[in-house]
């Protein structure tokens, strides 16, 4: 059995995290070399990493193909790429996770107290430097002095009370303080306070979001933001309910991760229902504590060839956010894009012949386990000399030979009403109803089943398929439950249908021999707190050389993308939330009335005015488009919702539209080169945004400084392009630009909403009719210069009428109000005044990019 020396990994505390998004930048401060005397049974940390080693033996634990690329890249990219306001936090983990405590009087007096100390160290990924004061008379020399070493800092204890991280620190760098309470006995008396900085990647809400979102801490802003903080109220983005404990249960991290997992530093879902959700108390919902055998296929697109499978038992116990899977058969070839070192032995030919790699497997005499423990994950192994066998569900961890652990950040486990729902950014749910399956069961017999189906669209576009048992054994015992076990009242999950999110092969993953966990059955995920009692180490993961630059999804070669059989297909997706939850009540509307906080009927009515097809593609964005057959051009109006300037400047996001090369929804072209941009940015020194043509390359995901500052030094105001293609009556609109003209504002739909920036212009066509359909991007960013977005997404134009002329009448437009794929009703582009059909936009939405995909539903499946 193949075995790989692991490099060690990173201690990710709050500090260092707060660092991955904020790139601190404090002059004239002293940095620790090393560290060598770091806790027992802790890992070493290096003075940088950023690749994540996992053996290939523990792959069959990771049922999306994507998981091993995301484990490569780290937490911290999965968290920038899929478009969250910071790159991660260190988060309760394991189980002895922290819980979040509630700000009290005792608490906020302790985070104004004189600084007993101060701890510079060289934040190990971006490396940047980061102070750390430590607040408050229960710290001590020996706390200090262990809790900087844990950061490999410099810890100085010779300081000016009155200035503490503040010396040496420019003043209008200061943002604000993140505080923490210290760990251990005495707690409650020790604040860490993190400085806080203003960077192009973080204004002042941008470091409030950071330090309350990824941390959990309370921003007291200071400086450049200082003033009125609101109350400090830690006023979280994640949705959850607080404990009389302090901690925090059916929270879900933030942006597209919300759409199946919960917070990492969650308690876990309630088992009385977790109030003011779609799904609250749904029967069809995962149970909290269960588990079950499961056996997955692995099938290449546009066959049904089975090239790889994993049989193990998983066990949930969602509750507590926690996860364990027991992994004892993997045979056949893995196929993904970047997945850990594959001896050459074992490295498919055919496969390596288009670049990619696809790596044997021939697990038959072994197990291997993965346990997710709030935001940590762990990988164990087990010594070969054992006198009893292995089973699933081992609690002996004196059994174990080795523990491999990796920090996820905000990544918390599966939410156990994850497909039922749309919660989340970038997704959708479609219920489906029943359906009658064939389904192999405990004896491996094929019998039929009636299931209930949801599919649960990614962000990549892609759709996982939810199959859940129709007909419990007592579904005919007229409801008469005495003395019938619980087990036989279930829904149980059945069948879940994974898409390869183009980074790997689809999967068909069964599940059997289902039973209920109690609390009596935490051993099996406390197995990693007891080996560390024991003496035992867990390494972190992480290690090798890192580029702080590079903290982005990688950038795919030439024909880099494995197909997927479960593309979402706009003919037949329907968005459909359905939970049969008792509580939560299903949203209607009246046949028509599409009056809901999008500018629905304004929309409409802008629509019906002017003969433009409305697609409405997000909350955030709505498009308009026609074809003004005079000039042969392409009349478009994006209308950017939700937008606000920023606190700190005063000035607007940058917004963009971009224009793929093909419907793949990638940032940038999967043969090489650049994405042609439209962007309304503010240029430096100035107070208003310009309408600008630039091009994304590829560095630029990779947040490349190199790479915006090409952007900005390309920007061509969009009047004054040249070329094959040109624009013009380029109008930007909005209640928020500093003297809106009255009939500037009247032209757009959307004109009496104060949260809305209209961008208008028309394009000039090669060809003398207008195009079968446009494959286009957008982004929103978190300031004014470029850099991390707030949202983005993917959708196609495919509807272009006649645009109207003076003294024509309206052709009617139906808006998309569910963000789904709709389609034309009457199949025809350009309807005449006279003509009587509807015509319907489709939008197909989705992330700008498939990569990372798996942080969003696979890991924790």
């Not at 940088?48 to 484990?71: E, M, N, Q, R, V």
């Not at 701890?119 to 229960?138: H, I, K, M, P, V």
């Not at 962007?679 to 947040?703: D, G």
């Amino acid at each position: 059995m193949t075995k790989y020396a692991l490099a060690s990994g990173f201690l990710c505390s709050s500090s260092f995290l707060l660092g991955l998004l904020l790139e601190t930048r404090m002059p004239h401060v002293s940095h620790a070399a090393s560290s060598s005397n770091l806790p027992a049974h802790h890992p070493r940390v290096p003075q940088s990493s950023s690749s994540t080693y996992i053996d290939p033996k523990f792959h069959g634990h990771l049922h999306c193909p994507y998981a091993a690329k995301w484990l490569v890249d780290g937490p911290a990219k999965a968290a920038r790429d899929l478009g969250l306001d910071s790159r991660g936090r260190k988060l309760p983990g394991g189980a002895d996770r922290r819980r979040r405590r509630n700000q009290e009087d005792d608490a906020a007096s302790t985070s104004t107290a004189a600084a007993m100390g101060r701890c510079d160290f060289t934040n190990a990924f971006s490396g940047q430097a980061t102070c750390l004061e430590f607040r408050g008379a229960a710290w001590t020399e020996e706390i200090m002095m262990a809790r900087c070493e844990e950061e490999s800092g410099a810890l100085d204890l010779d300081l000016d009370a009155t200035k503490g991280c503040r010396d040496g620190m420019e003043d209008t760098a200061l943002a604000g303080w993140c505080l923490k309470e210290g760990e251990g006995d005495g707690a409650d008396e020790r604040v860490e306070a993190t400085a806080m900085t203003i960077s192009s990647m973080a204004d002042c809400d941008g470091n409030r979001m950071a330090c309350q979102t990824f941390v959990g801490g309370r921003f007291v802003p200071d400086g450049v933001c200082g003033g009125d903080d609101g109350g400090g109220e830690n006023d979280n983005v994640f949705d959850g309910e607080t404990t009389d404990a302090g901690g925090t249960t059916c929270a879900i991290a933030p942006g597209a991760i919300g759409a199946a997992h919960q917070a990492a530093y969650s308690s876990g879902y309630l088992r009385s229902g977790c109030p003011d959700t779609p799904a609250q108390n749904s029967p069809y919902m995962w149970p909290l504590k269960w588990a079950a055998d499961y056996e997955s296929h692995s099938m290449p697109a546009y066959t049904d060839e089975v090239v790889f499978h994993a049989k193990g038992r998983t066990y949930y116990a969602l509750d507590k956010n926690w996860k364990r899977s027991d992994t004892v058969y993997q045979k056949g070839v893995l196929r993904t894009i970047g997945q850990s070192p594959c001896s050459e032995e074992d490295i498919d030919p055919d496969f390596a012949e288009k670049g990619l790699l696809g790596c044997w497997k021939n697990q038959t005499d072994y197990m291997t386990t993965m346990l997710h423990l709030g935001n940590m994950m762990y990988f164990l192994s087990y010594r070969d000399n054992v006198t009893d066998a292995l089973r699933p569900g081992e609690t002996d961890p004196s059994k174990i030979d080795e523990c491999i652990s990796i920090d996820l950040a905000v990544i918390g486990n599966i939410r156990p009403d994850w497909f039922l729902d749309k919660r989340g950014d970038d997704t959708d749910v479609q219920y489906l109803g029943n359906q009658h399956v064939y389904y192999s069961d405990e004896n491996r017999t094929s019998v039929p089943k009636l299931v209930k189906q949801w599919r649960k669209k990614d962000f990549a576009s892609q759709y996982f398929v939810m199959s859940m048992m129709g007909n419990p054994p007592n579904r005919l015992e007229n409801n008469a439950t005495d003395n019938i076990p619980v087990e036989d009242t279930l829904h149980w999950p059945l069948i879940l249908n994974i898409p390869g999110e183009g980074f790997g092969d689809d999967q068909l993953q069964v599940y059997r021999n289902h039973a209920l966990l109690t609390d009596d059955d935490d051993d099996l995920f406390t197995l990693v707190q007891r080996y560390e009692a024991m003496g035992g180490v867990c390494g972190n993961a992480r290690g090798g050389d890192d580029d702080a630059s590079d903290i982005g999804p990688p950038v795919l070669e030439e024909e880099a993308y494995i197909p997927s059989d479960l593309e979402v297909d706009p003919n037949s997706w329907v968005s459909n939330e359905y939970t049969f939850s008792p509580v939560w009540q299903v949203p209607t509307q009246e046949m028509g009335d599409e009056n809901d906080d999008d500018g629905g009927d304004d929309a409409a009515s802008a629509a019906a005015s002017s003969g433009k097809a409305t697609t409405r593609v997000s909350d955030r964005l709505t498009v308009q488009s026609c074809h003004d057959t005079a000039t042969n051009t392409i009349d478009l109006s994006f209308h950017f919702h939700d937008i606000a300037p920023s606190s700190t400047t005063a000035l607007l996001p940058w917004m963009a539209i971009g224009y793929r090369s093909s419907d793949v929804c990638a940032m940038t072209p999967l043969e090489g080169g650049s994405t042609p941009l439209v962007l309304v940015a503010t240029p430096p020194n100035e107070s208003a945004p310009t309408v600008y043509k630039t091009e994304l390359p590829p560095e630029a995901k990779s947040m490349s400084s190199e790479a915006f500052a090409t952007m900005y030094a390309n920007m061509v105001p969009l009047e004054d392009v040249e070329g094959d293609v040109v624009y013009g009556d380029v109008v930007l609109e909005s209640a928020l630009l500093a003297d809106p003209t009255a009939a500037a504002r009247a032209s757009s739909p959307f004109g009496g909403e104060d949260d809305v920036v209209s961008l208008r212009y028309r394009q000039s066509l090669d060809e003398d009719s207008a195009p079968d359909a446009m494959y286009l991007m957008y982004a929103i960013g978190m300031s004014s210069e470029l850099g991390i977005h707030e949202t983005r997404g993917c959708f196609e134009l495919v509807s272009f009428p006649v645009c109207m002329t003076d003294g024509e009448d309206a052709v009617q437009v139906e808006i998309d109000g569910n963000n789904s794929d709709g389609e034309r009703e009457n199949g025809e582009e350009g309807a005449d005044a006279s003509s009587s059909g509807m015509v319907t936009a489709r939008a197909a939405s989705a992330l700008s990019s498939a990569v990372i995909a798996m942080a969003v539903f696979g890991v924790m499946v």
